[in-house]
């Protein structure tokens, strides 16, 4: 007779049915605290899941925001999780990545589109972790604590509200970003031992930085104002006596006015950068003072990338156009040369009895068939012109030659002349006011 066979009892198989169905039961009880199925079983298995960090609505869609734009959905996420921690000051954030070295750079990302962010020095601690969980620890480097933030908030709040109350909020956008171009030079002095110079708390409170703080100053108070501004860095050209450079660190604004991309370089600017980094020729450090640079007021791509180079993280929209520049809208900027449109130029700054007159031209070329005629010829005319007019024995006048702009600003009555016949304490008095500089003989 055949054998039965015996069946086999699967115990085993028995016993896991068992436990899968103790653990499910546990994974609905466990499910309601910690929400979802992942961290349930992690919890099952005895690890604790990771608590990224949760991003508010406040947050928003970040629409004028231009590093954000740049980036795919999926590190967007992670932008706004780091966004989120330095927001909060957290100490520790856990972002949706894998690599940290992409997380520190979406990190710098954050802090170019946030300006508002002094507190953070832009460095971090990140660690990736890979397993059940794939995540990045982040670590910011914080320069203050919670309690001084709020203290230097408060004064940074005072100060600029106290700015742009000297601007309309019915002026133009042109009129705003030059308010705020000369805001910024006007009240900061470029100075590299500057505290917080990387930040705004260098030009709102201690007002004195260098180009980090100068572009991010002028970033917050564009976004204040409702315009577009965002922070570009790279590299420019540090130029010396003997037509050598090297290339440095340096930092500028993109910005729209109008709907047009333009540059502008605050930085630049300011008197006192020029003076510790040119050497102008035929000219005193006091007249270099007075001499704020308008080059980078709202430029094109040739003017600026005769000395700037961006960095090539992200890719800059293209600046077409010149046709807002401060020489161009104030009639200081020519495409070619004309000996008698220049001296018509020196002499209406004459006859308005101002000091200064800006010749500033397109390109190389026009620039030195200008130089040679103005300086050998018409500012001679110029000044012949100047004592006539004044009745004046002794004229002085002196120009700042700068080749890399292709300009030639000229010095007129910015030093003592002497003038004739003897005036009576009246006229002195009258053309004091005027600021005209005299000495009776």
């Known amino acids: 007779m055949e054998k039965k066979k015996k069946r086999r009892r699967h115990r085993g198989l028995?016993?896991?049915?068992?436990?899968?169905?103790?653990?499910?039961?546990?994974?609905?009880?466990?499910?309601?605290?910690y929400g979802n199925i992942k961290d349930v079983m992690l919890k099952l298995i005895g690890q604790d899941p990771v608590i990224y960090q949760h991003v508010s609505e406040e947050i928003g869609e970040m629409d004028g925001k231009f590093y954000y734009q740049q980036l795919s959905e999926e590190e967007q996420t992670v932008y706004q999780e780091l966004l989120q921690g330095?927001?909060?000051?957290?100490?520790?954030?856990?972002?949706?990545?894998?690599?940290?070295?992409?997380?520190?750079e979406l990190l710098v990302y954050v802090l170019n589109d946030y300006p508002e962010i002094f507190w953070s020095d832009g460095t971090a601690s990140s660690t990736a972790y890979s397993g059940f969980q794939n995540y990045t620890s982040v670590m910011p480097g914080y320069l203050y604590t919670k309690e001084e933030c709020e203290k230097k908030k408060t004064q940074i709040d005072m100060?600029?509200?106290?700015?742009?109350?000297g601007i309309s909020e019915n002026a133009s956008d042109y009129e705003k970003i030059l308010y705020d171009y000369e805001y910024i030079v006007n009240q900061v002095d470029y100075d590299d031992a500057?505290?917080?110079?990387?930040?705004?708390?260098?030009?709102?409170?201690?007002?004195?930085?260098?180009?980090?703080?100068?572009?991010?100053?002028?970033?917050?108070?564009?976004?204040?104002?409702?315009?577009?501004?965002t922070y570009v860095t790279g590299e420019v050209t540090e130029s010396f006596s003997d037509g050598d450079g090297h290339k440095i660190p340096h930092a500028w604004n993109l910005v729209k006015c109008d709907g047009d991309y333009y540059y502008v370089d605050v930085t630049w600017g300011d008197p006192i950068f020029q003076?510790?980094?040119?050497?102008?020729?035929?000219?005193?450090?006091?007249?270099?003072?007075?001499?704020?640079?308008?080059?980078?007021?709202?430029?094109?791509?040739?003017?600026?990338?005769?000395?700037?180079?961006?960095?090539?993280?992200?890719?800059?929209?293209?600046?077409?156009?010149?046709?807002?520049?401060?020489?161009?809208?104030?009639?200081?900027?020519?495409?070619?040369?004309?000996?008698?449109?220049?001296?018509?130029?020196?002499?209406?700054?004459?006859?308005?009895?101002?000091?200064?007159?800006?010749?500033?031209?397109s390109d190389e070329s026009v620039y030195k068939t200008a130089k040679e005629d103005i300086l050998n010829n018409e500012v001679k005319r110029a000044a012949q012109n100047l004592a006539q007019w004044y009745?004046?024995?002794?004229?002085?006048?002196?120009?700042?030659?700068?080749?890399?702009?292709?300009?030639?600003?000229?010095?007129?009555?910015?030093?003592?002349?002497e003038i004739y016949p003897i005036l009576n304490a009246k006229n002195i008095n009258r053309i004091l006011n005027e600021k005209v500089w005299i000495k009776p003989i």
């Open 14 to 33: 028995g016993f896991l049915i068992l436990v899968m169905g103790v653990l499910i039961v546990c994974g609905v009880y466990q499910y309601r605290e």
């Open 86 to 104: 330095l927001l909060d000051h957290v100490e520790q954030i856990y972002v949706h990545s894998q690599k940290p070295e992409r997380v520190n």
């Open 159 to 165: 100060e600029v509200s106290e700015c742009l109350s």
């Open 194 to 229: 500057a505290e917080d110079n990387q930040n705004i708390c260098s030009v709102f409170i201690g007002k004195k930085s260098v180009c980090a703080g100068y572009s991010k100053a002028m970033q917050y108070l564009m976004e204040k104002q409702g315009l577009f501004c």
């Open 275 to 361: 003076e510790s980094e040119e050497e102008a020729e035929n000219v005193m450090d006091d007249e270099i003072r007075d001499n704020i640079s308008y080059d980078y007021m709202l430029c094109d791509d040739d003017e600026l990338f005769r000395t700037h180079t961006p960095d090539l993280e992200v890719e800059l929209p293209d600046c077409t156009k010149m046709d807002l520049n401060y020489y161009v809208v104030n009639g200081m900027y020519y495409t070619e040369y004309d000996g008698q449109t220049a001296l018509k130029a020196m002499n209406q700054v004459i006859s308005a009895r101002e000091t200064k007159v800006v010749l500033k031209y």
């Open 391 to 417: 009745h004046l024995t002794e004229v002085s006048y002196s120009y700042i030659d700068d080749k890399k702009m292709n300009k030639i600003t000229g010095n007129i009555l910015k030093k003592r002349i």
